[in-house]
């Protein structure tokens, strides 16, 4: 019943249609206080997920929303059709079931360290065995501490200050680098592509990488939040003269609604920080690929791909740009 309401809601909310808007406010009501386990189809296969969880709105009412990564991994697949991606802050697997709709072979090594995320993931892949999954939550040194986990709308994350001990979401939790997790259990893979998305911490997920980065020079595709990274202390220019100290070349951009912005050579640090800045004023974010290799066909091939799901002859709606690197 439950799954069939929701399913309305989804279909309501892609015709635009008023009532399924009502019947999401109500949504959100009720699952203030009641929150259960739903299916809902995402990447050609059926996913538990919480009630609460927004991507299936998001994908519902936003053309562009979790639609360039698949096409990323799908260009990675044309060259090499063995992929491994490690998958960092991997919630309940919807990443997985987008990534193996496009490449069904490709090892997904995904890391989550909330429990009740965790628990999702396991039943949505747990038997799947190009999938493996690691309980742990990563920054960029290895310690288990007291952290205050808190999860929303089908996303948590570890606040950086501890709080009463008597505060009933407080949790000890495991901390450990990616550098680690790889090592221990997966040295004798060659690493393609590894995905951050963990509001904020992203930063240290990555500087907790160091030695997979220096070694199998993967892409990189990640969540730029300038105000969470300010929460957690992080200056946010910080992460790409780390990546050029690596020799990473090439960076890409998306707004939040999945829109391109654009390509540029990561040493333009000076257009890259008004980027940001300009993100962190109307309190947007950021996704960002960068790439050891030249992307440039990847570029051109993004402009046509969204220009097909937009139906526009020139991506000029929201930003106006040339197919090629931004020097």
Known sequence: MINSINKLIIKLLKEENWVGRLLLFIRKRITKYYDPEIQSFVGGKDIFLNLSHMLPVYKATLKLYDTALPRIVQYLYDINNKLVIIDVGANIGDTAALIHEVCPEATIICIEGSENFAN???????????????????????????????????????????????????????????????????????????????????????????????????????????????????????????????????????????????LHNINNLENIEMLTNYVDSRNMYLDVLVSVENINSLYKSETNKINEILNLKKLKVRYGYQNKVND
Do not use: C, W
């Open 120 to 262: 999702l993931l396991e039943k949505n892949y747990g038997e799947n065995e190009k999938v493996k999954i690691e309980r742990t939550f990563l920054t960029d040194k290895t310690s288990s501490s007291n952290k205050k986990l808190i999860s929303q709308n089908g996303t948590a994350t570890l606040n950086h200050e501890t709080s009463s001990v008597d505060d009933d979401i407080q949790n000890t939790v495991s901390i450990d680098k990616l550098d680690n997790v790889i090592s221990s259990k997966y040295k004798d893979l060659n690493i393609d592509l590894i995905k951050v998305d963990t509001d904020g911490f992203d930063y240290k997920v990555l500087r907790g990488s160091e030695q997979i980065l220096i070694q199998h020079k993967p892409m990189i595709y990640f969540e730029l939040v300038p105000a969470l990274l300010k929460n957690n202390d992080e200056n946010v220019m910080s992460i790409f003269t780390f990546l050029i100290e690596l020799n990473y070349k090439y960076v890409m951009f998306y707004d939040n609604l999945g829109y391109l912005i654009g």
